[in-house]
């Protein structure tokens, strides 16, 4: 078996190669083949289909329960305030810099290596299944989800992103409806009761001011926005309609379809989503990956930004090195020394949890 350290260092290794890679959301063939390298230099048996790339351990058991580890390795694209070239992986002052190195590399390089530490072990209570996902970033449907059928049923989960080794142990769904608020199209110079900008103001006010009754101990309260509206195109014409986009962040004491359900009893207009699969998840407190990660010092909180915790029905953690406000930033990086503390905690996390 390899050391910590081995399996450390050669997880920079290819941390550096993802990065100087391009993976964008649905483009990520080149980096699967890194991730099919690694678990063959490591002689671990793996299948892909489409960019997702996943493994069971050795001695997997069908009459055991099993956990899955996951993170993604595409990206979104450069913002235009990159100082740095986004795909030269590099080290300054400890920091790993390039794109995808903090959102969601370290993460996935940590499980990884992590994945590997368990991997030959003979005695497990769990079955341990990887899966490095493509297409997190654009919630497509070439992702974790199409992978599902061809696993196990997972008993729980841990979901690799940037909490800074914290315990995500609940994250906000999310529900984007497209609105249709119907009028009569007529000449502006004419008298119209039926304007549908003007039928919109107390649609716009209703998702302003509604407040959901359920409000979550770890997410708060269900957060409805208003972030786009569209009418009209000649200053001379009253159109047919007003369009709305309500961007909805789901707790986890609703799945989608109920909030849906509340929208569409309520307001005055057609409302369409555009997916109802991204639901809120959570675990409990008292879960046994959470109380092994609470034991070691690890904090608890709900997250408000979305993963491909949202397509799994097990519960799921979301834990990972790196820090979530540094995603999607421009010159990302990640700290080397977070990577290293990444690897020992999930490995510790794993067996203590494996022991209770």
């Given at each position: 078996m390899k050391s910590i350290e081995i399996l450390t260092q050669e997880s920079i290794a290819l941390l550096k190669s993802l990065i100087e890679t391009p993976s964008f959301s649905s483009e990520e063939d080149q980096t699967a083949i890194l991730i099919e390298n690694w678990f063959t230099q490591n002689d671990i048996p793996f299948e892909r289909e489409n960019n997702n790339v996943w493994a069971f351990n050795k001695h997997f058991d069908k009459n055991k329960p099993t956990l899955l580890l996951n993170s993604h390795h595409d990206t979104v694209k450069p913002n235009q305030g990159y100082t740095n070239d986004p795909f030269n992986a590099f080290i300054?002052?400890?920091?790993?810099?390039?794109?995808?190195?903090?959102?969601?590399?370290g993460c996935l390089v940590s499980l990884l290596a992590t994945f590997v530490h368990f991997y030959p072990a003979e005695i497990l209570p769990y079955n341990i299944v990887i899966v490095a996902s493509a297409e997190e970033e654009s919630s497509g449907k070439k992702g974790l989800n199409s992978v599902l059928k061809h696993l196990p049923e997972l008993d729980c989960a841990i979901v690799g992103e940037p909490t800074l080794m914290q315990l995500a142990v609940a994250e906000k769904g999310l529900l984007v409806l497209d609105?249709?608020?119907?009028?009569?199209?007529?000449?502006?110079?004419?008298?119209?009761?039926?304007?549908?900008?003007?039928?919109?103001?107390?649609?716009?006010?209703?998702?302003?001011?509604?407040?959901?009754?359920?409000?979550?101990?770890?997410?708060?309260?269900?957060?409805?926005?208003?972030?786009?509206?569209?009418?009209?195109?000649?200053?001379?014409?009253?159109?047919?309609?007003?369009?709305?986009?309500?961007?909805?962040?789901?707790?986890?004491?609703?799945?989608?379809?109920?909030?849906?359900?509340?929208?569409?009893?309520d307001v005055n207009a057609e409302v369409n989503p555009r997916s109802m699969h991204l639901n809120a998840s959570s675990i409990p407190v008292n879960h046994g990956l959470v109380k092994a990660g609470i034991a070691l010092g690890r904090t608890t909180y709900g997250s408000p930004t979305l993963s491909d915790q949202s397509v799994l029905s097990c519960k799921s953690l979301k834990l990972g090195p790196g820090e979530t406000l540094r995603s999607h930033s421009a010159d990302e990086f990640i700290y080397i020394s977070e990577i290293e503390e990444g690897i020992q905690l999930y490995i510790k996390i794993l067996e203590d949890f494996f022991r209770s």
């Open positions: 300054e002052n400890g920091k790993l810099f390039g794109l995808g190195s903090n959102d969601a590399g609105v249709i608020v119907k009028g009569t199209a007529s000449h502006a110079a004419h008298n119209n009761l039926d304007n549908p900008i003007y039928n919109a103001i107390p649609v716009i006010e209703w998702f302003n001011s509604f407040k959901f009754e359920r409000i979550s101990d770890v997410l708060g309260p269900v957060k409805m926005t208003v972030t786009a509206i569209n009418a009209g195109k000649q200053h001379n014409v009253v159109p047919s309609q007003c369009d709305l986009v309500i961007d909805i962040r789901v707790n986890d004491c609703y799945n989608n379809s109920e909030i849906l359900e509340t929208v569409r009893k």
